[in-house]
């Protein structure tokens, strides 16, 4: 059973920038794949980025996440992290950490996810 921390949610003005962090109770997450959803009150839960550490690869971003956030991995930590700059008031939610065994970026983002965190807020006020 993998545990998953969230942390770095909270209020920001639009235009500004957040990090969120995800801790994991595996001593490495190389065999994983990492990812970040949100669900924002009355909508169904979303994908956001998801990455791998497999160096062939590059991370998934959904649309809306393009060009803003930014998906890293560190295996030696044990963290994932999302930096989300330039924020807008549409991206207010509430962001979970999500892991699935194996290397999928396709299916993890499709929703098929073995591991949730508790979920951080991210508001972003206008």
């Known amino acids: 059973q993998v545990q998953l921390a969230e942390s770095g949610g909270g209020l920001v003005q639009t235009g500004g920038s957040l990090r969120l962090s995800c801790a994991a109770s595996?001593?490495?997450?190389?065999?994983?794949?990492m990812g970040w959803f949100r669900q924002a009150p009355g909508k169904e839960r979303e994908f956001v980025a998801a990455v791998t550490s497999w160096s062939g690869g590059s991370p998934r971003y959904a649309d809306s996440a393009k060009g803003r956030f930014t998906i890293s991995l560190d295996n030696a930590k044990s963290i994932v992290s999302l930096q989300m700059n330039n924020l807008k008031p549409e991206d207010t939610a509430v962001y979970y950490c999500a892991a699935r065994r194996g290397w999928g970026l396709t299916t993890l983002s499709g929703g098929a996810v073995d591991y949730w965190g508790q979920g951080t807020q991210v508001t972003v006020s206008s």
């Open positions: 595996e001593r490495t997450l190389s065999t994983y794949t």
